[in-house]
């Protein structure tokens, strides 16, 4: 009986912008990684993140390795993505605060992703920029 030993990693950001990937990127991530990070930026803002590139093996129904994107605190917060794939994926947050979760299984590893957020008003219409980025990287819609 084998019992693999996890690897957590992750952080409560603050700051108006920055960047999250997974550990070691752009070398390969670590088998059995938990890692979740919490951002919350000033009031009446909201947060924008756009995933790069994100590559991972064997991604069938994204079971293995994923990341999850919460509109808020992680698992009180609605589901805005699971995802394992991809690129230029952007999500929005509907208030100042959300979270991102990081898993990986024993499986499989590979390089794995980084993102950027950054902060932009409440009110601010971001429905045809995010129309605009969709487009141009060609990917389906998972706003």
């Known amino acids: ?8 990693c992750g952080n409560f950001l603050s700051n108006s912008s920055g960047t999250i990937q997974s550990p070691f990127y752009p070398s390969n991530y670590p088998d059995n990684a938990d890692c979740s990070w919490e951002i ?26 994923y990341i999850e994107v919460y509109d ?23 208030s100042n605060l959300m979270s991102v979760r990081f898993h990986s299984d024993s499986r499989y590893t590979s390089r794995g992703f980084q ?10 219409n971001i429905g045809k920029f995010l129309f605009r980025i969709e487009t141009a990287a060609q990917q389906p819609s998972l706003l």
């Open 40 to 65: 919350q930026v000033m009031n009446n803002y909201r947060i924008m993140l756009t995933f790069g590139s994100i590559r991972y093996v064997n991604c069938l129904l994204c079971q293995y390795d």
């Open 1 to 8: 009986f084998f019992l693999a030993r996890k690897y957590f």
């Open 72 to 94: 808020g605190p992680p698992h009180s917060s609605p589901l805005l993505g699971r995802i394992c794939a991809g690129s230029f994926l952007t999500y929005t947050s509907s």
């Open 115 to 124: 993102a950027h957020y950054s902060s932009i008003p409440a009110d601010h």
